[in-house]
Protein backbone atom coordinates (compact mmCIF):
# COMPACT_ATOMS: atom_id res chain seq x y z
CA UNK A 1 0.00 0.00 0.00
CA UNK A 2 1.31 3.38 -0.87
CA UNK A 3 -0.32 5.03 2.37
CA UNK A 4 -1.85 8.12 2.65
CA UNK A 5 -0.88 10.35 -0.14
CA UNK A 6 -0.96 13.95 -0.34
CA UNK A 7 -0.89 16.59 -2.97
CA UNK A 8 0.68 18.93 -3.65
CA UNK A 9 3.85 18.95 -1.01
CA UNK A 10 4.51 22.35 -1.44
CA UNK A 11 2.31 25.35 -2.23
CA UNK A 12 2.74 29.20 -2.53
CA UNK A 13 0.29 31.61 -3.06
CA UNK A 14 -0.84 34.99 -2.94
CA UNK A 15 -3.52 36.38 -0.84
CA UNK A 16 -6.75 36.38 -1.67
CA UNK A 17 -6.19 33.37 -3.98
CA UNK A 18 -8.23 30.54 -3.75
CA UNK A 19 -6.31 27.15 -2.43
CA UNK A 20 -7.50 23.34 -2.73
CA UNK A 21 -5.62 20.46 -1.02
CA UNK A 22 -5.86 17.08 -2.11
CA UNK A 23 -5.76 13.65 0.20
CA UNK A 24 -5.88 9.81 -1.04
CA UNK A 25 -6.32 7.59 2.04
CA UNK A 26 -5.38 3.89 2.85
CA UNK A 27 -8.01 1.65 0.93
CA UNK A 28 -10.22 0.14 3.12
CA UNK A 29 -9.66 3.16 5.80
CA UNK A 30 -13.72 4.40 6.71
CA UNK A 31 -11.87 7.25 8.67
CA UNK A 32 -10.38 10.49 7.22
CA UNK A 33 -8.58 13.45 9.38
CA UNK A 34 -7.35 17.13 8.15
CA UNK A 35 -5.05 18.49 10.69
CA UNK A 36 -2.79 21.71 10.81
CA UNK A 37 0.56 22.13 12.31
CA UNK A 38 1.92 24.98 13.39
CA UNK A 39 4.83 26.23 15.68
CA UNK A 40 2.57 28.24 17.77
CA UNK A 41 -0.57 25.54 18.17
CA UNK A 42 1.02 22.25 17.07
CA UNK A 43 -1.08 19.73 15.94
CA UNK A 44 -4.67 20.60 15.71
CA UNK A 45 -7.55 19.05 13.96
CA UNK A 46 -9.51 20.52 11.55
CA UNK A 47 -12.47 17.92 10.41
CA UNK A 48 -12.91 14.61 10.11
CA UNK A 49 -14.88 12.06 7.91
CA UNK A 50 -16.58 8.86 8.83
CA UNK A 51 -17.58 7.13 5.89
CA UNK A 52 -17.49 9.96 3.82
CA UNK A 53 -19.43 11.78 6.02
CA UNK A 54 -18.41 14.68 7.59
CA UNK A 55 -18.59 14.13 12.00
CA UNK A 56 -16.98 16.96 13.45
CA UNK A 57 -16.07 19.95 12.01
CA UNK A 58 -15.89 22.42 14.85
CA UNK A 59 -11.69 22.85 14.12
CA UNK A 60 -12.48 24.43 10.87
CA UNK A 61 -11.34 27.94 11.41
CA UNK A 62 -13.93 29.92 9.77
CA UNK A 63 -16.29 29.82 6.46
CA UNK A 64 -12.74 30.64 4.45
CA UNK A 65 -12.44 26.54 5.32
CA UNK A 66 -14.30 24.35 3.64
CA UNK A 67 -13.48 20.47 2.99
CA UNK A 68 -15.52 17.86 1.02
CA UNK A 69 -15.21 13.78 0.48
CA UNK A 70 -17.47 12.91 -2.24
CA UNK A 71 -15.84 9.16 -2.26
CA UNK A 72 -13.85 7.08 -0.01
CA UNK A 73 -10.80 7.43 -1.82
CA UNK A 74 -10.46 11.14 -2.32
CA UNK A 75 -10.73 14.56 -0.33
CA UNK A 76 -10.38 18.26 -0.70
CA UNK A 77 -9.54 20.71 1.55
CA UNK A 78 -10.00 24.18 0.30
CA UNK A 79 -9.38 27.61 1.43
CA UNK A 80 -11.09 30.33 -0.08
CA UNK A 81 -9.70 33.33 -0.16
CA UNK A 82 -6.26 32.43 1.08
CA UNK A 83 -4.92 35.02 4.27
CA UNK A 84 -0.78 34.93 5.33
CA UNK A 85 -2.35 33.74 8.82
CA UNK A 86 -2.94 30.31 7.04
CA UNK A 87 0.27 29.34 6.07
CA UNK A 88 1.03 25.74 7.91
CA UNK A 89 1.83 22.50 7.09
CA UNK A 90 -1.71 20.28 6.47
CA UNK A 91 -1.75 16.97 7.09
CA UNK A 92 -3.86 14.39 6.02
CA UNK A 93 -4.37 11.04 8.12
CA UNK A 94 -6.80 8.29 8.05
CA UNK A 95 -8.07 4.87 10.10
CA UNK A 96 -9.62 1.91 9.85
CA UNK A 97 -11.63 2.22 12.36
CA UNK A 98 -12.52 4.24 15.85
CA UNK A 99 -10.48 3.42 18.31
CA UNK A 100 -7.35 2.94 15.84
CA UNK A 101 -3.96 4.14 15.43
CA UNK A 102 -3.87 6.81 12.17
CA UNK A 103 -1.89 7.01 9.13
CA UNK A 104 -0.95 10.14 8.57
CA UNK A 105 0.43 11.50 4.58
CA UNK A 106 3.74 13.44 4.25
CA UNK A 107 1.77 17.28 4.71
CA UNK A 108 1.20 19.98 2.27
CA UNK A 109 3.45 22.77 3.26
CA UNK A 110 1.36 26.39 2.15
CA UNK A 111 2.56 29.52 2.24
CA UNK A 112 0.59 32.71 1.57
CA UNK A 113 2.08 35.31 0.94
CA UNK B 1 6.81 16.72 27.95
CA UNK B 2 5.13 19.83 28.08
CA UNK B 3 5.37 23.31 26.83
CA UNK B 4 4.42 26.82 26.95
CA UNK B 5 4.72 29.14 24.32
CA UNK B 6 6.82 28.34 21.05
CA UNK B 7 9.53 25.88 22.78
CA UNK B 8 9.06 22.49 22.45
CA UNK B 9 10.29 20.73 25.52
CA UNK B 10 13.76 19.51 24.42
CA UNK B 11 15.81 15.87 25.74
CA UNK B 12 19.32 15.76 24.57
CA UNK B 13 20.82 12.30 25.12
CA UNK B 14 24.19 10.07 24.17
CA UNK B 15 24.21 7.61 21.47
CA UNK B 16 23.34 4.34 23.62
CA UNK B 17 21.54 5.82 27.13
CA UNK B 18 17.40 5.17 27.30
CA UNK B 19 15.11 8.20 27.09
CA UNK B 20 12.53 8.81 28.84
CA UNK B 21 9.92 11.39 27.03
CA UNK B 22 7.14 12.65 29.57
CA UNK B 23 3.46 13.78 28.48
CA UNK B 24 0.65 15.09 30.58
CA UNK B 25 -2.85 14.22 29.14
CA UNK B 26 -5.76 16.37 29.67
CA UNK B 27 -8.88 14.27 29.61
CA UNK B 28 -9.31 11.69 32.39
CA UNK B 29 -11.72 10.09 30.45
CA UNK B 30 -9.57 9.25 27.72
CA UNK B 31 -9.09 5.40 27.27
CA UNK B 32 -6.74 5.63 24.03
CA UNK B 33 -3.17 6.65 23.75
CA UNK B 34 -1.04 6.60 20.88
CA UNK B 35 2.71 7.77 20.59
CA UNK B 36 4.09 9.03 17.25
CA UNK B 37 7.24 10.21 16.44
CA UNK B 38 7.60 12.56 13.56
CA UNK B 39 10.86 13.85 11.46
CA UNK B 40 11.71 17.06 9.75
CA UNK B 41 9.81 16.98 6.65
CA UNK B 42 7.09 14.20 7.08
CA UNK B 43 4.14 13.32 8.88
CA UNK B 44 3.84 12.09 12.27
CA UNK B 45 4.72 8.09 12.78
CA UNK B 46 3.09 5.65 14.97
CA UNK B 47 5.58 4.30 17.29
CA UNK B 48 3.03 2.07 20.17
CA UNK B 49 -0.30 2.20 21.58
CA UNK B 50 -1.71 1.88 24.80
CA UNK B 51 -5.21 0.85 26.32
CA UNK B 52 -6.50 2.72 29.18
CA UNK B 53 -7.28 -1.28 30.48
CA UNK B 54 -3.20 -1.40 30.88
CA UNK B 55 -0.44 0.58 32.04
CA UNK B 56 2.60 -0.61 30.47
CA UNK B 57 3.02 -1.92 26.71
CA UNK B 58 6.56 -2.80 25.50
CA UNK B 59 7.59 -2.54 21.56
CA UNK B 60 10.53 -2.81 19.94
CA UNK B 61 13.11 -1.05 21.85
CA UNK B 62 10.12 1.12 22.96
CA UNK B 63 7.54 0.95 26.07
CA UNK B 64 5.05 3.18 26.87
CA UNK B 65 3.48 3.86 30.47
CA UNK B 66 0.67 4.54 31.45
CA UNK B 67 -0.27 6.24 35.31
CA UNK B 68 -4.24 7.36 34.97
CA UNK B 69 -4.71 8.41 38.46
CA UNK B 70 -2.07 10.86 37.33
CA UNK B 71 -2.98 11.54 34.21
CA UNK B 72 0.31 10.77 32.74
CA UNK B 73 1.85 9.06 30.12
CA UNK B 74 5.69 7.99 29.44
CA UNK B 75 7.41 6.83 26.17
CA UNK B 76 10.86 4.98 27.33
CA UNK B 77 13.33 4.46 23.90
CA UNK B 78 16.20 2.02 24.83
CA UNK B 79 19.61 2.17 23.68
CA UNK B 80 19.14 5.65 21.54
CA UNK B 81 19.99 5.91 18.70
CA UNK B 82 20.52 9.15 16.13
CA UNK B 83 17.75 7.85 13.70
CA UNK B 84 15.56 8.78 17.21
CA UNK B 85 16.11 11.59 16.78
CA UNK B 86 12.65 13.42 16.10
CA UNK B 87 9.61 15.56 17.70
CA UNK B 88 7.82 12.79 19.47
CA UNK B 89 3.83 13.32 20.15
CA UNK B 90 1.75 11.86 22.61
CA UNK B 91 -2.02 11.62 21.44
CA UNK B 92 -5.28 10.94 23.41
CA UNK B 93 -8.41 10.00 22.34
CA UNK B 94 -12.50 9.05 24.07
CA UNK B 95 -12.80 6.16 22.00
CA UNK B 96 -16.96 6.91 21.25
CA UNK B 97 -18.69 7.91 18.06
CA UNK B 98 -17.48 11.27 17.09
CA UNK B 99 -14.19 11.95 18.44
CA UNK B 100 -10.55 12.17 17.42
CA UNK B 101 -7.24 12.01 18.27
CA UNK B 102 -6.05 15.14 20.38
CA UNK B 103 -2.20 15.75 20.42
CA UNK B 104 0.15 17.42 22.84
CA UNK B 105 2.49 19.67 21.88
CA UNK B 106 5.25 17.54 21.31
CA UNK B 107 9.12 16.59 22.67
CA UNK B 108 12.32 17.23 20.89
CA UNK B 109 14.32 14.07 21.40
CA UNK B 110 18.21 14.94 20.07
CA UNK B 111 20.68 12.09 20.09
CA UNK B 112 24.49 12.49 19.70
CA UNK B 113 26.97 10.49 18.67
Known amino acids: DAGVIQSPRHEVTEMGQEVTLRCKPI?????LFWYRQTMMRGLELLIY????????DSGMPEDRFSAKMPNASFSTLKIQPSEPRDSAVYFC???????????FGSGTRLTVV | GESVGLHLPTLSVQEGDNSIINCAYS??????FIWYKQESGKGPQFIID?????DKRQGQRVTVLLNKTVKHLSLQIAATQPGDSAVYFC????????????FGKGTTLSVSS
Open chain 1, 93 to 103: ASSFRQGHGYT
Open chain 1, 27 to 31: SGHNS
Open chain 1, 49 to 56: FNNNVPID
Open chain 2, 27 to 32: NSASDY
Open chain 2, 50 to 54: IRSNM
Open chain 2, 91 to 102: AELFNQAGTALI
